[in-house]
């Protein structure tokens, strides 16, 4: 299920809602004024670092992979996350499904 708050969404386990929803986050689907940026089209490089850098290695590996970018040999995962997050801005804007 998807909880919102602030202008973020989260995927989380039902069994799990009565926490998030005590800190503030809703159930409910924001309404999106016509005059204010769309969050799920604007691209907040800042944000979307800061979750690439919460991410397993694993996952950092498999975007990797998607994008065809290459960890050079010693760098952390961590901060492989920068080009990453980086190539991900040079890539047009998608509604995601879920």
């Keep these: 299920m998807k909880v919102y708050k602030d202008g973020k969404t989260r995927t989380i386990h039902p069994i799990d809602a009565q926490g998030w929803i005590a800190d503030g986050w809703s159930t409910q689907t924001p309404v999106v004024d016509q005059d204010q940026p769309n969050p ?7 944000d979307r670092l800061t979750e690439l850098k919460a991410m397993s290695w694993q996952e950092l590996q498999s975007l ?3 994008y065809s970018l290459e ?6 995962w961590k901060v492989f996350a920068e080009e ?3 190539h991900e801005q040079t890539l047009p804007v998608q509604t995601q499904a879920g």
């Excluded at 799920?40 to 800042?46: C, E």
């Excluded at 960890?71 to 952390?76: L, Q, T």
């Design 40 to 46: 799920q089209t604007t691209k907040d490089k800042p």
């Design 64 to 66: 990797a992979e998607k």
């Design 71 to 76: 960890k050079p040999e010693g760098v952390p």
């Design 84 to 86: 990453i997050a980086k």
